[in-house]
């Protein structure tokens, strides 16, 4: 069975350009979180949906950032635009919903130069 | 706010060697999650403890989760060099399925 699927695997960019992260949760899954990665802070959850809404967005950093689940089996990350300080891995998680146990997807890992 | 402390962060040991990562809080979880991860890869599940005072074996690795469900442990014996990586406890709220991570234990086995 396929696991959670992330594209890019590895994006470089230059700072104030457009980055576009891909998601698609396991089949049957209804709940998709997004997180994010560094050294410094260690794994934060950016947004969470389930059912394709959007439920907790806390954790956004800020504006530039914004997330959408079109459908079931799709989700974006989009930050506009990037800066240095948004490199990251950025890992896409999904389950069952109310379950707790997450699976996560190989992450992208994100350069902003 | 929820909060999940681990201990030790950085953990250099010889194989063979037994050891214990902790991880704490002053919150109540409704679980308490153990991942591993790779680099280069995303956290991957290894135990679920759900009942205050649980404990799980899964071969050389015990996992306890406290009487209160506020701390939980990972107890590893005789460590291989396999068993490097990054552990990650995270805490579960009822019915969210949202998680709280802790920090994460870096573990390194020289052979």
């Known amino acids: 069975d396929a696991g959670v699927i992330q594209s890019p695997r590895h994006e470089v960019t230059e700072m104030g350009q457009e980055v576009t992260l891909r998601c698609k949760p396991i089949?049957?899954?209804?709940?998709l979180f997004w997180y994010r990665q560094t050294m410094m802070r260690g794994l934060e959850l950016l947004i969470y949906f389930n059912n394709n809404v959007p439920i907790d967005d806390s954790g956004m950093p800020e504006d530039r950032f914004s997330a959408k689940m079109p459908n079931a089996s799709f989700s974006t990350l989009k930050i506009q635009p990037s800066e240095p300080r948004d490199s990251a891995v950025y890992f896409c998680a999904s389950s069952f919903l109310g379950e707790e146990t997450q699976y996560f997807g190989p992450g992208t890992r994100l350069l902003v130069l | 706010t929820q909060l999940l402390e681990q201990s030790p962060q950085f953990l250099s040991i010889q194989e063979g060697e037994n050891l214990t990562v902790y991880c704490n809080s002053s919150s109540v979880f409704s679980s308490l999650q153990w991942y591993r991860q790779e680099p280069g890869e995303g956290p991957v599940l290894l135990v679920t403890?759900?009942?205050?005072?649980e404990v799980k074996k899964l071969k050389r690795l015990t996992f306890q989760f406290g009487d209160a469900r506020k701390d939980s442990s990972l107890h590893i014996t005789a460590a291989q060099p396999g068993d490097t990586g990054l552990y990650l406890c995270?805490?579960?709220?009822?019915?969210?399925?949202?998680?709280?991570f802790g920090q994460g234990t870096t573990l390194q086995v020289k052979p």
């Open positions: 995270a805490g579960g709220t009822s019915n969210t399925g949202k998680l709280i």
């Open positions: 089949s049957g899954h209804n709940s």
């Open positions: 403890v759900v009942t205050g005072g």
